[in-house]
């Protein structure tokens, strides 16, 4: 294999450290669990909760959170129609390269357009994009309006030309029709952080997704 | 911590886990190996040889092959300056989250610019960026011509509209000032790729990396 005195011969290419030999290294299954939903649905609460219950078991997870994309690889994108397809587009290719690399990559967006969702699934092997619908009730995210952007929207204050409209409002949110996961209100109760997380580690141990 | 009966109570975020914790798992130190240097100078066999060095000592690495994500991330991106300049961002990006995620990201990329290497750089924290160049004679690299690339640039092939320049021929490469490792001839001899990706772990080890 020795290149020396010989460079025309170092077109050789080392066959490169490949999926399952990096699954094997962390003795888990790389994937995407894609948690979707309106906002205050409780993503993000889902998304960091879960990631603590991974770590717990010796499981290697990874953040994606749409705001946080933002303010970095997505920092040139807008609002528009056009721009929300490319940042969850984008963020739908990180995620694969992330599941390529072994990890389960936890992406929270709202990504309200089934299109653009089934885009992100479309890119991973079969049954390695793992749906969770935040199916929580507009007016009890309204109500907790973490952000205050369900006020500003209902002001019309969130308007601006860029922007397309606000999910829930004066924007549609297309639920999933063949999610792997929803999480719901049980007898109208929501669910805490640790039952929901729960609910996502049941499945993906039931799937085989942590161990190699 | 419970939110049962109380939905309104939910805001409060679980702490996510932090870049030390998933260094604890891994045993080493998230970080950007950034490989620049013409086309045919080495990149991907260092990047292939280094990758599998690190994963015989337990170690988790992820190459961003710059041609590869030209295929996904990128595929919208053309070969404009702004459109390089934007490819090279977009990677800079990604290898930032993945040593956020605690791997050590080879990217390997021709990145001929000091300015677009030098915003990748910013991106990271103090010394986790790792510059290699490889610093391989311009007619090595032609006579290498892997790609068949010099010869079609030579023959002014491919001086489309869109297209810059081909790197050494019509568009410039700008070695790196203070790059942490050079990958050069010795006496006169092309390292093999063994060779290559051992001084780089040495490095590696010398500053710490391989443990957390």
């Not at 450290?17 to 669990?33: D, F, I, P, T, W």
């Amino acid at each position: 294999m020795s290149t020396v005195g010989n460079p025309a011969n170092i077109f050789w290419h080392e066959n490169p450290v490949g999926k399952a030999e990096r699954e094997k290294l962390l003795n888990q299954q790389g994937c995407v669990v894609w948690i979707t939903g309106l906002s205050g649905s409780g993503k993000s609460t889902l998304a960091c909760s879960l990631g603590r219950e991974l770590q717990s078991k010796g499981k290697l997870s990874y953040v994606l959170d749409g705001d946080n994309l933002r303010h970095g690889l997505n920092k040139n994108l807008g609002f528009s129609p056009e721009s929300r397809t490319e940042n969850i587009r984008r963020t739908g290719e990180v995620a694969n390269l992330f599941a390529d690399a072994g990890l389960i990559c936890i992406a929270s967006l709202i990504s309200p357009y089934r299109k653009d969702r089934d885009a992100c699934r479309a890119l991973l092997p079969d049954k390695k994009f793992i749906e969770v619908f935040m199916n929580m009730p507009l007016q009890l995210c309204e109500d907790r309006d973490p952000k205050g952007l369900y006020k500003l929207a209902r002001e019309g204050k969130i308007k601006a030309p860029h922007f397309v409209g606000f999910t829930g409002i004066d924007d549609p949110y297309e639920p999933p029709l063949n999610c792997e996961i929803e999480i719901q209100l049980k007898d109208g109760v929501v669910p805490t952080p640790h039952e929901m997380a729960g609910q996502v580690v049941s499945y993906m141990e039931n799937e085989g997704f942590l161990e190699a």
